[in-house]
């Protein structure tokens, strides 16, 4: 039973266009939400993150939106690089879990063409 | 600045063999995560800790898989008797956050365990 889904294993879109990637989740307890970027042979790296209190997080071209009552969440990326070619991946911790130990959805990978 | 180190980069090994894992968190950092993550799968939680204190080892697949953060610093993770259903990336990262505060981990290229 995955409580991260991310339902698209690939996206692609052309340099310049918006990129939105989805996020749903399962688990009611859940209450803290991070993007993370992986590229090739790196571990992922930290993008933005959202805590539930909020509906909205922006930082220059990520934007992450929250939706609690549907349990979704998207990333978007406006406008997309060639450079966000990458892996992304959705995480969410639980309120009463350690240091915010994380659970990972599968991941979607960009192709951003130029 | 120096970032979450992982060694080796690429292990392979037979069947049956026993393997160490070293981590190398961000000086300063109170926890450690250790992932797996499967070719085409996120990253799937093994084991936490605080310090050298191992609070949670819920993740660990079998009792062949044991985790060490002796100082609270360096952590490995040692596959004993490995399957080939172990062959993964493993993956180690580090936060400040500890206890109930949540914040971003910084994770380490990785381990990618061959197990022929």
């Known amino acids: 039973d995955q409580q991260v889904k991310q339902n698209s294993p690939s996206l692609s879109v052309q340099e310049g266009r918006i990129s939105i990637l989805n996020c749903d989740y399962t688990?009611?307890?859940?209450?803290?939400f991070l993007w993370y970027k992986k590229y090739p042979a790196e571990g992922p790296t930290f993008l933005i993150s959202?805590?539930?209190?909020?509906d909205k997080n922006e930082d220059g071209r990520f934007t992450v939106f929250l939706n609690k009552s549907a349990k979704h969440l998207s990333l978007h990326i406006v406008p997309s690089q060639p450079g966000d070619s990458a892996v992304y991946f959705c995480?969410?911790?639980?309120?009463?879990?350690?240091?915010?130990?994380?659970?990972f959805g599968d991941g979607t990978t960009l192709t951003v063409k130029p | 600045g120096a970032g979450v180190s992982q060694s080796p980069r690429y292990k392979v090994a037979k069947r049956g063999q026993d393997v160490a894992l070293r981590c190398d968190p961000i000086?300063?950092?109170?926890?450690l995560f250790w992932y797996q993550q499967a070719l085409g799968q996120g990253p799937e939680f093994l084991t936490y800790?605080?310090?050298?204190?191992?609070?949670?080892k819920s993740g660990l697949p079998s009792d062949r898989f044991f985790a060490e953060r002796p100082e609270g610093s360096v952590s490995t993770l040692k596959i004993q008797r490995t399957q080939q259903e172990d062959s993964a990336v493993y993956l180690c990262?580090?936060?400040?956050?500890?206890?109930?505060?949540?914040?971003?981990?910084?994770f380490g290229p990785g381990t990618r365990l061959t197990v022929l």
């Open positions: 688990n009611s307890m859940f209450d803290y």
């Open positions: 000086s300063g950092h109170v926890s």
């Open positions: 959202i805590s539930s209190i909020k």
């Open positions: 800790f605080q310090n050298e204190a191992q609070l949670d």
């Open positions: 990262a580090s936060s400040l956050a500890a206890g109930l505060l949540r914040g971003e981990q910084f």
């Open positions: 995480a969410a911790s639980a309120y009463n879990t350690n240091a915010g130990k994380s659970t």
